[in-house]
């Protein structure tokens, strides 16, 4: 089993910085990729960011690229999301989420992750 407990989530203003913060638990989270989705009012869930076990690889969705940064402290088994120059469309709950390490599937799809975080609410307002 693997528990995980986002925070960080808050109300900012477009062009703002926000950073998440993923607390894991359960004996794979080291040996595991993790990812961030987000999912806004009346759209589906999609991907934001994935890094794999060891921290050295890092995935993006085109969205947010050059703007977040994904990164794990092994150590603290914890995975964070730093978000700067904040948008509007921005706004959503974003979900971390503990990738099967039993199943190659791609970073990018939701099916490719086994366990979820309860979300944390991010607004932007502009």
């Known amino acids: 089993q693997v528990q995980l407990v986002e925070s960080g989530g808050g109300v900012v203003q477009a062009g703002g910085s926000l950073r998440l913060s993923c607390a894991a638990s359960?004996?794979?989270?080291?040996?595991?990729?993790m990812g961030w989705f987000r999912q806004a009012p009346g759209k589906e869930r999609e991907f934001v960011a994935a890094?794999?076990?060891?921290?050295?690889?890092?995935y993006y969705a085109d969205s947010v690229k050059d703007r977040f940064t994904i990164s794990r402290d092994r150590a603290k088994n914890t995975v964070y999301l730093q978000m700067n120059s904040l948008k509007p469309e921005d706004t959503a709950v974003y979900y971390c989420?503990?990738?099967?390490?039993?199943?190659?599937?791609?970073?990018?799809?939701?099916?490719?992750?086994?366990?979820w975080g309860q979300g944390t609410q991010v607004t932007v307002s502009s």
């Open positions: 359960g004996r794979t989270f080291s040996s595991s990729a």
């Open positions: 890094i794999n076990w060891s921290g050295g690889s890092t």
């Open positions: 989420a503990h990738k099967d390490p039993y199943y190659r599937g791609s970073y990018y799809t939701r099916t490719t992750y086994d366990y």
